[in-house]
């Protein structure tokens, strides 16, 4: 069992890989852990299911450029030897600020309402 939690570790990539290596290393990797297709563990095994769960969280990290991104500039900023940290603590962009939305009310008279219904009959397949 490894114990690693460096997102291009668990997939075996280098820093600089491209989103399509990032994505067949994940393919290749949930094949070979995923419990319908495993061949030398038993499907229940908890090991397994452990670094399953580490290899989908790698995955979800990795794939979205701007948590790639704030992760790649936290562990630039790391003073450690390799930054090992779980993709749970890896900092999040900074949210938006929320927009303003000027809302007119117009006071006067009001629009008469629609006078009839829409009817919708049945659908037909076309072949």
């Known amino acids: 069992m490894t114990t690693e939690s460096n997102p291009y570790r668990v997939l075996g990539l280098t820093v600089e890989a491209s989103p399509a290596q990032i994505a067949r290393a994940y393919r290749r990797l949930l094949h070979a852990h995923h419990p319908d297709t495993r061949t030398t563990q038993p499907a229940t095994d908890p090991v397994a299911d452990e670094e399953l769960q580490r ?17 790649d500039r936290a562990a630039a900023q ?16 900074p949210a938006s600020r929320p ?3 000027r809302v007119v009310v117009r006071r006067g008279t009001p629009r008469p309402a629609i006078a009839f219904s829409l009817r919708i009959g049945p659908l037909r397949r076309h072949r």
Do not use: N
Not at 55 to 70: K, M
Not at 78 to 86: E, H, V, W
């Open 55 to 71: 290899i989908l969280a790698a995955y979800a990290l990795l794939r979205d450029p701007a948590r790639r991104a704030a992760y």
């Open 99 to 101: 927009r303003r939305v």
């Open 78 to 93: 790391d003073p450690g030897p390799a930054p090992d940290r779980s993709p749970a603590q890896a900092p999040r962009p």
